[in-house]
């Protein structure tokens, strides 16, 4: 992939998105900019059409609007505040575990599934595992803000870079396994 000229300005330009994101998280809650970065699915979803030569179906956009509504109801309903912004290690064990047993149990059914639920599936993970990438980001970022290079004695950052990979993993296995 790394010879794939493509491959290599997406991948920087996925890391510069990170890097907006990663600036958002710092100057906003994350009630309020994760929700606003799923909105890059709807300008996806017509951008890899257009790519590949297709047409959008009545599925795809009935899709982008669900994705839409959704972002909007959870604006609406789930009022922005600041929340805690790095949350003490005990906080975040039981969502490690709620996310560990989760990826153990789609990734062992992707096994014996193939084309679309095994790319769903994995796409599903993936998606959890950005989702604990963003409240990690926000982690981070505000530690950065509060104490700079000591950022490094933190747990968060090395977290951050794990659970990352790993989202990445499983979302270019759910690329790879189906449409």
Known sequence: LARDRAWVM????????YGFQATALYFGPLVLVAPIAAVDLLFALPLIARGRRVALTVRNWAGAGCVAGGIAMFL???????????PPFAAWVPLFIAVAV??????????????RIRAGTLAAVGA???GVVAALSKSV?????????????GWQLYALVVVGILGMLLAQSA???GS
């Open 10 to 17: 997406a991948a920087m330009l996925e890391v510069g998105s």
């Open 102 to 115: 989760v990826l153990v149990i789609g990734v062992a059914a992707t096994r014996r599934a193939s084309g």
């Open 141 to 153: 970022v505000d530690q950065i803000g509060r104490s700079g290079w000591l950022l490094f004695l």
């Open 76 to 86: 609406v309903i789930s009022p922005p505040s600041a929340g805690i912004a790095t």
């Open 128 to 130: 959890l595992e950005f």
């Open 175 to 177: 690329f790879q396994a």
